[in-house]
T-cell receptor, first 114, second 116 residues
Framework: AQSVSQHNHHVILSEAASLELGCNYSYGGTVNLFWYVQYPGQHLQLLLKYFSGDPLVKGIKGFEAEFIKSKFSFNLRKPSVQWSDTAEYFCAVNERAAGNKLTFGGGTRVLVKP | KAGVTQTPRYLIKTRGQQVTLSCSPISGHRSVSWYQQTPGQGLQFLFEYFSETQRNKGNFPGRFSGRQFSNSRSEMNVSTLELGDSALYLC???????????????FGPGTRLTVL
């Protein structure tokens, strides 16, 4: 069965530090890849997505992610975080031809200290 | 444009009871998916409906069911509630565009179900 792993459950860092969250998935077929963010008390929101093409994708709020097919990875990065980036981040995978079903990783709680 | 709305936002039930949760998708969206979010299992896909038909189903027991109406609104039902059903239930809606195998999903705020 397909699975998605996020390596860090909790990350604490200071403002202006760089952030990198790891995501690996297990599925041999073609996939669409996503990062979602859930700010405290808010809805799950899409940060960025990869369907095909350039493996380096840019999303909202200065986030970017790199798809490395050979490593089945889709890591999220932000060069300089702000206090407002405190949130829970979820990596998700959609198998092509599986409708809209998303398989999520376990999430990473990120706390940015001012 | 109004977002995905879910009612009720909070619900407390006791074991053995049944519950029905409602989801109104964004206007024009015809696909509705449901997810369960718990601290232990994370976010898990329940099912997806499109044009009143279940298009996909996750690995949940038959106590979990859903349906979609002609106006794309969806309900999910959980019968014979168990303590482990306590969770945040999220609904997501999306457009359907012919020729695209995936359409971006927009999530609602969720219904927090507590089973005592």
């Amino acid at each position: 069965a397909q699975s998605v792993s996020q390596h860090n459950h909790h990350v604490i860092l200071s403002e202006a530090a760089s952030l990198e969250l790891g995501c690996n998935y297990s599925y041999g077929g073609t996939v669409n890849l996503f990062w979602y963010v859930q700010y405290p008390g808010q809805h799950l929101q899409l940060l960025l997505k990869y369907f095909s093409g350039d493996p380096l994708v840019k999303g909202i709020k200065g986030f970017e992610a790199e798809f490395i097919k050979s490593k089945f990875s889709f890591n999220l990065r932000k060069p300089s975080v702000q206090w407002s980036d405190t949130a829970e981040y979820f990596c998700a995978v959609n198998e092509r031809a599986a409708g809209n079903k998303l398989t999520f990783g376990g999430g990473t709680r990120v706390l940015v200290k001012p | 444009k109004a977002g995905v709305t879910q009612t009720p936002r909070y619900l407390i039930k006791t074991r053995g009871q049944q519950v029905t949760l409602s989801c109104s998708p964004i206007s024009g969206h015809r696909s509705v998916s449901w997810y369960q979010q718990t601290p232990g299992q994370g976010l898990q896909f329940l099912f997806e409906y499109f044009s009143e038909t279940q298009r996909n189903k996750g690995n949940f027991p038959g106590r979990f069911s859903g349906r979609q109406f002609s106006n794309s609104r969806s309900e999910m039902n959980v019968s014979t509630l168990e303590l482990g059903d306590s969770a945040l239930y999220l609904c997501a809606s999306s457009l359907f565009r012919a020729g695209k195998d995936y359409n971006e999903q927009f999530f609602g705020p969720g219904t927090r179900l507590t089973v005592l």
